[in-house]
């Protein structure tokens, strides 16, 4: 596509001259997603743009857009317009619509779509929201087992233009059990007369209905795959799930676990999309729990306080931050590569001592290059460049200097271990592990950090 700005800039210009045959010929030829952001730059004059596409790029772009601008021009058109625009989308775009729109919308899609769509509308809508039953579509080319190549390519001809994918076609049994597959490839590759029997493949991967659709996901990613068969508890053929909705998926979830992971309750709308009250909503109730969970470092500071000033080391406060920071940083580091390694089935269950011990000698590294680069810093830079260390005496400065470096390391290693664990026994115990990531880990280190400090602390000095 040419540049973004120069078509949205020409495209003004010919609005603006009621240039509508330019219009038309600027925009035939743009790739519907690359289309359906243009018309979103020109809110007011959305629905006249849209007129003035083919039918089949109309549908296209239509299904790109963003629900609130599918909302507007719904509501626009006339009945004839909505029946013409729907009947050109595939069933499982039309449901994706249906689930963003309002009642009355609904009502009207439903109403000027015939009885069988409405039917099929109503079967994928029964489905959990999570499963592969809501994600598929019913539009896939079946073939008999008895029939000829010649017969199948004749009937791929002869309805495939309403399927979403005839790349690849499903053998079933009258009663649609299903029996195998085979792709168009190996039907134009093969002899007329040669029974479909013969040469489909027998070794098919399905999955049910009520599948989660981030395993359907994970399937189709792991075997390559551009459709994936969807069956009933009766091995029945009731729909596919094509690639583009997987990559729809797993852009979902990692969307998902990267707001669980930032203290966020995920929410399906974009962000320009989303009020600042519905963001305050999503984003308020985390803060809140980690804000009352941060109290528990001010209730050990303020514990070990007294304790501090008595012996005259206040200046150990000083290195909290540090500390603290290092701690939530190398936890936080863990937790996210453990929690990576769970969602891609990298990880198991019973591979928890293994992680246990990489990470202990990974902590150890880390720890012992901190604390001795900590200990460098503290004596060249805090002590006799910027004498942020109140001591006279190098005895003095290189003690404190010790302390603060060696509770950098058991940190270190404390951290690493605490983020390891917590993301596989949320996992254990049936919690999203992408809960278990850096904010909520930082507040459990800030104590565990505090603690390991003072206990150091007190103990040498």
């Not at 079933?172 to 085979?182: A, E, F, S």
Request: glycine share 4%.
């Amino acid at each position: 596509m040419e540049d973004f700005n120069e078509i949205v800039e020409e495209l003004e210009r010919l609005i603006e001259e009621h240039n509508y045959y330019g219009i038309k010929n600027l925009l035939k030829d743009i790739e519907p997603a690359d289309l359906s952001l243009i018309l979103q730059e020109f809110p007011k004059k959305i629905g006249t743009l849209f007129r003035l596409l083919p039918k089949d790029l109309a549908a296209e772009c239509f299904v790109e857009m963003d629900s609130d601008y599918q909302e507007t021009l719904l509501s626009s058109f006339t009945d004839n317009e909505l029946k013409a625009v729907m009947d050109e989308i595939y069933i499982d775009d039309t449901v994706d619509i249906i689930e963003e729109m309002p009642a009355n919308v609904v009502k009207r899609i439903l109403n000027n779509s015939d009885s069988e769509t409405r039917k099929t509308i109503n079967e994928i809508l029964k489905y959990p929201d999570d499963s592969a039953g809501s994600i598929m579509t019913t539009e896939y080319v079946s073939l008999d087992e008895d029939i000829t190549v010649e017969d199948a390519l004749k009937r791929i001809r002869r309805t495939g233009v309403d399927k979403e994918t005839i790349y690849t076609c499903y053998v079933t049994k009258p009663d649609r059990t299903l029996l195998g597959y085979i792709t168009a490839k190996k039907l134009l590759l093969s002899d007329d007369g040669m029974i479909i029997s013969e040469i489909m493949e027998t070794n098919v991967i399905f999955v049910h209905t009520h599948e989660d659709k981030e395993i359907v996901a994970k399937e189709m990613s792991k075997y390559d795959l551009l459709a994936l068969p969807v069956v009933d508890n009766e091995d029945r053929l009731v729909g596919i799930v094509t690639v583009d909705d997987a990559i729809d998926v797993i852009e979902e979830e990692a969307t998902e676990d990267i707001e669980k992971m930032a203290a966020i309750i995920p929410s399906d709308k974009p962000y320009l999309a989303t009020s600042p009250f519905e963001i305050w909503r999503k984003r308020v109730p985390w803060l809140i729990l980690l804000m009352l969970s941060a109290t528990l470092t001010s209730l050990v500071i303020t514990s070990f306080e007294g304790k501090l000033v008595s012996m005259g080391s206040t200046v150990l406060i000083a290195f909290i931050p540090m500390i603290m920071g290092s701690g939530g940083n190398a936890g936080g580091q863990t937790s996210v590569t453990i929690i990576r390694g769970l969602a891609l089935e990298e990880i198991k269950m019973g591979d928890i001592f293994r992680i246990l011990f990489k990470e202990l000698r990974v902590s150890l590294l880390c720890g012992a290059t901190l604390a001795l680069a900590t200990f460098v810093k503290m004596i060249t830079i805090d002590w006799l460049i910027l004498n942020n260390i109140k001591v006279e005496t190098f005895p003095e400065a290189a003690l404190i200097s010790f302390v603060v470096s060696l509770t950098l390391l058991v940190t270190i290693i404390a951290s690493k271990l605490v983020g390891c664990i917590l993301p596989v026994l949320a996992k254990r115990i049936g919690f999203d592990p992408a809960v278990m990531a850096s904010p909520f880990i930082t507040t459990i280190v800030d104590v565990l950090s505090l603690l390991i400090y003072f206990g150091i602390a007190f103990a040498i000095m």
